[in-house]
T-cell receptor, first 114, second 114 residues
């Protein structure tokens, strides 16, 4: 199974840029890397998705190196409302065929301080 | 557009009983995935259905099963409940699923097994 590794927690101050890295050594060749945000008592919310290099949308950027064994979620100028748990999600290589085990990282608790 | 809905939101069952959870995906979405979330194990993938067929499956025992109907609604069944099945069960829908994991999650069903 793919093993995804994220830092357990991070603290930041309002207005700073935050970078959260996820390691995923066994990612499936043609799978995307996806990041989610989760607030207490809610389901995860899609943030951004990428396959390689860099992807940017209105809320975040995603950096993926050429070997795709890791990815970094970048949140520019965080605010108090960005305090949440952030998860990466990848598909795991599983031999031949199309079957995949989807593996969430253990999540990173981001706390934004005033 | 209405989001993913899950029923019931809360459920209390006794060991040995069985339970059925329901998920209605976003209109037009054909892929439905189920996840179990616990404080100790985090978010774990149960299975994915697409066009009424199970496409991917996680590492859960056969007591956990699911199905998808022609209108893309999905149900998850857990038989012979154990105390360890107490968790938040999340359903997520996506347009096509597959290797793109842009999923939209429901609020979850909180299952407590006593």
């Amino acid at each position: 199974l793919a093993k995804t590794t994220q830092p357990i927690s991070m603290d930041s101050y309002e207005g700073q840029e935050v970078n959260i890295t996820c390691s995923h050594n066994n990612i499936a060749t043609n799978d995307y890397i996806t990041w989610y945000q989760q607030f207490p008592s809610q389901g995860p919310r899609f943030i951004i998705q990428g396959y390689k290099t860099k992807v940017t949308n209105e809320v975040a950027s995603l950096f993926i190196p050429a070997d795709r064994k890791s990815s970094t979620l970048s949140l520019p100028r965080v605010s108090l409302s960005d305090t949440a748990v952030y998860y990466c999600l990848v598909g795991d290589r599983r031999g031949s065929g199309s079957a995949r085990q989807l593996t969430f990282g253990s999540g990173t608790q981001l706390t934004v301080l005033p | 557009k209405a989001g993913v809905t899950q029923t019931p939101r809360y459920l209390i069952k006794t060991r040995g009983q069985q339970v059925t959870l329901s998920c209605s995906p976003i209109s037009g979405h054909r892929s439905v995935s189920w996840y179990q979330q616990t404080p100790g194990q985090g978010l774990q993938f149960l299975f994915e259905y697409f066009s009424e067929t199970q496409r991917n499956k996680g590492n859960f025992p056969g007591r956990f099963s699911g199905r998808q109907f022609s209108n893309s609604r999905s149900e998850m069944n857990v038989s012979t409940l154990e105390l360890g099945d107490s968790a938040l069960y999340l359903c997520a829908s996506s347009l096509l699923g597959g290797t793109s994991y842009e999923q939209y999650f429901g609020p979850g069903t909180r299952l407590t097994v006593t």
